[in-house]
Nanobody, 125 residues
Framework: QVQLVESGGGLVQAGGSLRLSCAPSGGTFGGYAVGWFRQAPGKEREFVASTRWTGGGPYYVDSMKGRFTISKDRAKNTVDLQMNNLKPEDTAVYYC??????????????????WGQGTQVTVAS
């Protein structure tokens, strides 16, 4: 399994932007789908976006489409999540995940076998 390292979380005012990055430690994303999930206090982990490193996607949850963009940076070997027009309800721990999900599982955490440690995103009103 690939080890994942996330970066880019922090505190931002409502309406601001943040960019999260996920990098494989000691490996590559080749053959993997890489996704972002988030978990707010007292809530279940939810899917945000994902993409397949070698083709396919991106996939989004409809409520975040247009504000969040997932992208692959092959030069840096990262999968990034650009988050714009952030809202206080976007406050959560954001997790990077990698796996080989079938299309039916691409938006479900059970489709992913490797997880990062999580990075906190806090949006102040």
């Amino acid at each position: 399994q690939v080890q994942l390292v996330e970066s880019g979380g922090g505190l931002v005012q409502a309406g601001g932007s943040l960019r999260l990055s996920c990098a494989p430690s000691g490996g590559t994303f080749g053959g993997y789908a890489v996704g972002w999930f988030r978990q707010a206090p007292g809530k279940e982990r939810e899917f945000v976006a994902s993409t397949r490193w070698t083709g396919g996607g991106p996939y989004y949850v409809d409520s975040m489409k247009g504000r969040f963009t997932i992208s692959k940076d092959r030069a840096k070997n990262t999968v990034d999540l650009q988050m714009n027009n952030l809202k206080p309800e976007d406050t959560a721990v954001y997790y990077c995940a990698a796996g080989r999900p079938i299309v039916g599982n691409i938006r479900e955490s059970r489709g992913y076998t490797s997880w990062g440690q999580g990075t906190q995103v806090t949006v102040a009103s």
